[in-house]
């Protein structure tokens, strides 16, 4: 079987309009279902089928008025968001989807969407099963893999995957239901109204049944009637807003979830490994495999550039087995250039963006006074659970790759641009994958791999360790935040807030991947260089009324790779403004919820607030040394309020430990409460392992830490057995997103406890380091 | 040249062990056991996590000749005829996973638990549990389902 997956699916597209498949593809297809790859069975099969894929553009923003709105508007986020912006920039292409219904009368759906453990896989198929009346198990879903034809349509970041999928998908899968019922009424000689449907069956009146698999007529071609289908009214919602378990939760358990390295989709790809330099930016100078290349099981040692920074070089080691692989790595002798970063520390590059960071606003003298300070968030590595990972064969005439990218378009471009082929001659398989949080934005593996089976002119498995991962992977950048709030020191009329005030200064965010390029495609007045501004302007806002409020960014690159990591700016920028306004509710001798109620300037904020008062009995009285602590964040059109209790130590071997998590959420309407329950605690734990656990060093041009046993994310003991979470009821708007929201709440609230609890003002991370005596 | 016979869910095993692999190395790559994953390939994370001779080995750090005559259990050996290990069902049925990696690891350590704990309180899941990291934060759920598959066994026997 000479045919990928891939070409299948084109073939499947394009040959939709004839329901008719020669014997010949049957047995074709039965192959295909033997090469393992169990969730490509079933389709195509004998008989008929139809797909759809509607084109519908121009949504609520055209992108002038968009461009209109980007101009000279100080805290942007409050009018146009980065979820805006991606809706506006993929709007023509998201109701491009592929939905089958096959001969056994079920459901096949491609998902142009990454799976990282987030649970889109299972909303999609939610919103699929409610519009087209079938059970969730009669669909078998599968993830796109890069197809030029969605151009900005496909990239999964910014939590913006189930709103983007919202209005599209429901809106595509009412026009095939209505196909499906103009078919019904031909068939049973009724008009259209006298048709129902249920799990995958039209009903006439009479209660006769007839399988969506049985009904062609009409079905195929132009129906511009379909267009006018309408989703359907939330009040007749059978599976959205019920608790759905991941559909994939029995493969997991049993362990027949394949990840990359577990895939067995070309034969003879071979585990591989690189040997990389001792520091950022080093390169081979010569190398010597003699006690390598003998060792059982080695295939091939070559010389590799590396992608992650392009100036580097290491030594690929292709094996018979990641073990041998190993071994052979560790008999290398290679002599090394050391990085352009030799002498790069991390105190370096503080005092670097201290250099570049914008002044705050001046006190006036007498009559005002502030709080705030500087804040610094070192840098943080993503360390999803499995590390960067492609399979990559650019042996024959089309170069393939399996990866886990949540841009493949990117990927498939910075590929071909790689290896001097054309972008259609890159097929890029997406993999679902062990966990993301803003790491699989860049798919670093999968341009290494791609490259390195050329020059070992092999297919291969290329994994990076663990030790890569952390020392060469990408990661969050090391920030610098002066945050500075104002207000009158009030000896006539009471204290006033006057002006709030944000800058700053942090290593460049690397945003290669491509989110920029959905966004650059509004017509290429947001120029790239503006692009980081861009991100933080849609994404960056004070949600209270305090005068006059200015959040800037400048940024300054350095020898660290970064990507974004959970939360992109707000995991960091936002904290620290919510540390801030508690420091502002002190000052004004205010308690920190009825001064966030009474300054807030969001409706919905306010309710989510008081729902975690109410439900985690804010102001209770804690024993010395424990405290609760609040945090809020509006973002992706949701809003979240978090409340934690904290217990702190004064023995610098003890860590401070949240002992209750309460978390108030409204993100307009939940389509999958266990889905979004589960984001939400995940990103409660994220942190606690940022804020209290575990950082990166940069000692040196080179990262200090290696694996898990230095990098401390949280283990089971640092997180509570007391977590709540509550929802919102919906309110008629489109879902928002929720996947990165909960990151900067609980993090905030965790500084805020902190600094309840011992009196000290929280300025550097993670707290154990810095305050070990807190 | 050197032959390592043992037994891996119930299917005898003969191989050549020239290469001294690492155990989990052996499995995934030249038995095509891809059940246990690697995560830092150092033992400090549990993601290979299998049961050797009814006890927890972390194969990453495990030489192959360690295993001469063992009688090794992993993820996909745990279901018997398709039946799902208590521990299993309670995995599925509080909706753990999230993107899953860790979970393999996570499920063998709590059968371990429950094996010689049928009723852990908080502070024996936390105990049992901390060396195996869920990265994507399932540990709240990891701990309901330990208690759900605490009373599915009892129930049973
Ligand atoms: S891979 Fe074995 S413990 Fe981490
Ligand atoms: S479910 Fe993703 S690491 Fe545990």
Known sequence: ?774 | MPQITFNVNNNPVSIDAENDDELLYLLRDRLGITGPKYGCGVGVCGACTIFKDGELVRPCIVPMEEVEGASLTTIEGLAVDDILHPVQEAWINEDVAQCGFCQAGQILTAVKLLESNPNPNEDDIDEAMSDNICRCGTYHRIRKAIKHAAALIQQTT
């Open chain 1, 1 to 774: 079987m000479t045919k990928s997956n891939h070409a299948e699916q084109i073939e499947t597209i394009t040959s939709s309009q004839k329901h008719d498949q020669s014997d010949s593809d049957d047995e074709h297809i039965v192959e295909t279902e033997n090469t393992g790859r169990r969730k490509f069975i079933g389709y195509m099969l004998k008989g008929s089928s139809f797909a759809v894929a509607l084109h519908i553009t121009g949504g609520a923003l055209r992108p002038q008025d968009a461009n209109a709105q980007l101009l000279g508007i100080p805290e942007l986020a409050d009018e146009l968001d980065l979820t805006d912006l991606l809706l506006i920039s993929g709007d023509p292409f998201y109701y491009d989807y592929l939905i089958k219904i096959t001969s056994d009368n079920r459901v096949r759906f491609e998902l142009p969407r990454m799976e990282v453990g987030q649970g889109i896989l299972t909303a999609a198929m939610m919103i699929l099963a409610e519009e087209l009346d079938v059970e969730m198990s009669s669909i078998d879903a599968t993830l796109s893999p890069a197809e030029i034809r969605r151009a900005t349509g496909q990239i999964t970041g910014g939590s913006h995957a189930i709103t983007s999928l919202w209005d599209p998908l429901r809106k595509v899968a009412a026009a095939l239901l209505l196909k499906i019922k103009l078919s019904a009424a031909v068939h049973f000689g009724l008009s259209v109204n006298e048709i129902s449907t249920e799990n995958g069956f039209a009903i006439d009146n009479d209660g006769s049944r007839i399988a969506y698999s049985e009904l062609t007529a009409g079905v195929e071609g132009r129906n511009d009637a379909a267009r006018l289908a309408q989703p359907k009214d939330p009040s007749q919602y059978k599976i959205i807003g019920t608790q759905q378990k991941r559909v994939d939760a029995r493969d997991i358990v049993t362990g027949k979830l394949d990840f990359a390295m577990d895939l067995d989709v070309v034969p003879d790809a071979m585990p591989t490994l690189v040997a990389r330099p001792p520091s950022l930016g080093g390169r081979v100078i010569t190398f010597d495999d003699s006690e390598a290349i003998g060792l059982p099981g080695v295939l091939a040692i070559k010389e590799v550039p590396l992608d992650v920074d392009a100036n580097s070089s290491g030594v690929a080691v292709v094996a018979r087995s990641f073990g041998e692989a190993f071994r052979a790595r560790d008999a290398l002798n290679i002599s090394w250039s050391v990085g352009a970063a030799e002498n790069l520390s991390d105190a370096e590059v503080i005092e670097q963006l201290r250099a570049i960071n914008l002044p705050t606003l001046p006190n006036i003298p007498l009559a005002t006074d502030s709080v705030g300070g500087e804040f610094i968030f070192p840098y943080l590595a993503h360390a999803p659970m499995e590390t960067m990972t492609a399979v990559a064969d650019a042996t024959g005439s089309k170069v393939r790759v399996w990866t886990g990218a949540k841009t493949p378009l990117a990927a498939q471009a910075k590929i071909a641009r790689d290896l001097g082929v054309l972008p259609t001659d890159v097929e890029l398989n997406v993999i679902q994958s062990g966990g993301s949080f803003g790491r699989r934005l860049f798919f670093d593996a999968a341009v290494e791999g791609a490259r390195i089976s050329q020059i070992v002119n092999r297919p291969i498995k290329l994994m990076f360790t663990r030790q890569d991962d952390t020392k060469f992977g990408r990661a969050r950048p090391l920030s610098l935040h002066n945050v500075k709030a104002t207000y009158t020191r009030g000896f006539l009329i009471g204290k006033k807030v006057l002006s709030f005030d944000h800058r700053a200064a942090t290593a460049e965010l690397d945003l290669e991947h491509g989110f920029g390029d959905g966004i650059t495609a509004l017509g290429g007045e947001l120029a790239p260089a503006a692009f980081s501004q861009t991100i933080w302007h849609s994404t960056q806002l004070v949600q209270y009324k305090f005068g006059v409020t200015s959040l800037l960014l400048n940024e300054k690159k350095f020898v660290v790779p970064t990507s974004s990591w959970r939360g992109i700016y707000s995991g960091t920028a936002a904290v620290a403004n919510e540390i801030v306004v508690d420091e502002l509710a002190r000052a004004m001798n205010k308690d920190e919820y009825q001064f966030r109620l009474q300054m807030l300037d969001d409706d919905r904020s306010k309710a989510v607030l008081r729902k975690v008062s109410q439900e985690g009995n804010w102001g209770r009285s804690m024993e010395k040394g424990r405290a609760q602590g609040l945090g809020l964040h509006k973002e992706y059109k949701s809003r979240a309020a978090v409340l934690v209790e904290l217990q702190t130590f004064k023995d610098p071997e003890k860590e401070s430990k949240v002992t209750k998590i309460v978390v108030a959420l409204d993100v307009n309407r939940v389509l999958n409460p266990t889905g979004l329950e589960a984001q939400v605690i995940g990103a409660a734990t994220d942190a606690i392992t940022y804020m209290i656990r575990t950082s990166l060093h940069l000692d040196n041009g080179a990262i200090r830490e290696s694996s898990y046993g230095d990098f401390e994310i949280a283990r089971m003991r640092n997180t509570p057995p007391d977590i709540e979470v509550h929802f919102m009821p919906p309110n008629g708007e489109t879902p928002g997103g929720a996947g990165e929201l909960v990151v900067p709440a609980a993090a905030a609230a965790i500084a805020n406890a902190f600094a309840r609890a011992t009196g000290i003002a929280p300025r550097r991370f993670p707290l154990r380091d810095f305050y070990p005596e807190g």
